[in-house]
């Protein structure tokens, strides 16, 4: 699953704008935006944090920050 979906799928469930998660992710609205669009990594803190609002178990987590690296 892209960035992009995983975005979508945190602001579905939670009613959220983009703004809301990029503060929940700790980053800019304008980086989350560049990072939807492939323009630029998430960052290994904010991508932690996007797949711990999916639910996301934390081995999982470890296991994706090293594959995009």
């Given at each position: 699953?892209?960035?992009?979906?995983?975005?979508?799928?945190?602001?579905?469930?939670?009613g959220?704008?983009q703004?809301?998660?990029?503060?929940?992710?700790?980053?800019?609205?304008?980086?989350?935006?560049?990072?939807?669009?492939?323009?630029?990594?998430?960052?290994?803190?904010?991508?932690?944090?996007?797949?711990?609002?999916?639910?996301?178990?934390?081995?999982?987590?470890?296991?994706?920050?090293?594959?995009?690296?």
């Amino acid at each position: 699953m892209d960035i992009q979906s995983k975005c979508l799928e945190v602001e579905t469930q939670r009613g959220w704008k983009q703004r809301e998660l990029a503060k929940a992710l700790g980053i800019t609205e304008a980086n989350l935006s560049s990072a939807r669009k492939g323009r630029r990594p998430l960052p290994a803190h904010a991508l932690a944090k996007l797949e711990r609002l999916r639910g996301v178990d934390d081995r999982s987590i470890v296991d994706e920050i090293i594959r995009t690296a």
